[in-house]
């Protein structure tokens, strides 16, 4: 079913403007906030369903799906289309709060509208208030999504057309105007809107231009250099388990720990700091040994150790 939407095309944008009705426009979205915002959609029109039927023994949430989902869909373009001039008007008071996001925007016009379409049962029952009407709700979102009820690309044409008449600034969306085809086309192939690849081996997602550095910062397939700066470059995804398992550069306990050296050091160091503080891990097994003697009669007793030059496996005998 196709919607009345005010909006017009790419294609019939082309062809006013060859007839000079108006500059060829770029009109490419973020997409990833339009995807968003025709996921609220579903969940805007199964609440107004379902709080429309509620009690009801004749109708259901889907004998009403479709004629609510016309309505809907007029009331959205309806309000997006004068949100300029009612933001313009709320600005006007000093307590006025105007949310830029477009995702609470249009959830705003969403529950307006479903408000406007709750049954007297629903009002006076406590039935706005119930775990029953939640979890109605969801099931009704979920059974339209499984059946196809309301197709993604249609959601998104609506959403096209709700995002660029909330979208004041041009945050979400390109208003770049072009004298000819060849210039648009142009421009399309560097917008900061246009869609993309992920570029890392094996990440098969797709993003706006405009969130390239938000995808590459958080990418799990990104080659990095170790994080405890070993000489391995190692996947997002697998950097955790690398660095707590095979990294050489793990922090670990001095073996001589539980006599008593408190260091923590990595893991690749550990015969380092063995031969660097021989003398103190000795001092730590013979105060273990003779727990009776003070710490200078330890010292004496090692240095005459060390005149004698013992082999190291004598040492822990003597």
Wanted: hydrophobic content about 35%; overall charge negative.
């Amino acid at each position: 079913m196709e919607y009345p939407l005010r909006a017009l095309s790419l294609s019939k944008k082309f062809e006013e403007a060859e007839e000079g009705a108006e500059l060829f426009q770029c009109d490419l979205f973020d997409t990833e906030v339009v995807h968003k915002i025709s996921e609220v959609f579903l969940l805007g029109l199964a609440t107004a369903c379902v709080d429309n039927t509620s009690g009801d023994l004749f109708k259901s949430p889907a004998t009403v799906a479709v004629a609510m989902r016309k309505e809907m869909v007029d009331y959205l373009i309806q309000r997006s289309e004068t949100f300029v001039t009612d933001t313009t008007i709320q600005e006007g008071y000093a307590d006025a709060e105007t949310s830029g996001d477009p995702i609470d925007i249009v959830s705003d016009f969403l529950d307006d509208f479903a408000n406007s379409k709750q049954n007297l049962f629903s009002r006076v029952s406590g039935w706005l208030l119930s775990e029953k009407r939640e979890d109605k709700i969801d099931d009704f979102v979920q059974e339209m999504d499984t059946s196809g009820f309301w197709l993604t690309d249609r959601r998104v044409t609506v959403g096209q057309a709700v995002l660029k008449n909330i979208d004041l600034k041009n945050t979400f969306h390109c208003k770049a105007k072009f004298e000819t085809v060849e210039d648009v086309t142009t421009h399309r192939n560097h917008c900061i809107f246009r869609s993309i690849n992920c570029m890392n081996e094996s990440c098969n997602v797709s993003y706006c231009a405009v969130h390239m550095e938000k995808h590459d910062s958080n990418c799990p397939f990104k080659v990095l250099q170790c994080e405890q700066k070993c000489s391995k470059s190692i996947l997002r995804r697998e950097m955790d388990r690398h660095c707590i398992t095979v990294c050489p550069m793990k922090l670990v306990n001095c073996p001589f720990y539980p006599l008593g050296c408190r260091s923590t050091i990595p893991q690749c160091m550990t015969e380092h700091h063995l031969s660097e503080f021989f003398h103190s891990h000795l001092l730590n097994i013979f105060q273990v040994i003779h727990k009776e003697a003070s710490v200078e009669d330890l010292e004496r007793r090692l240095e005459q150790l060390k005149q004698v030059r013992l082999p190291y496996s004598r040492i822990f005998i003597v």
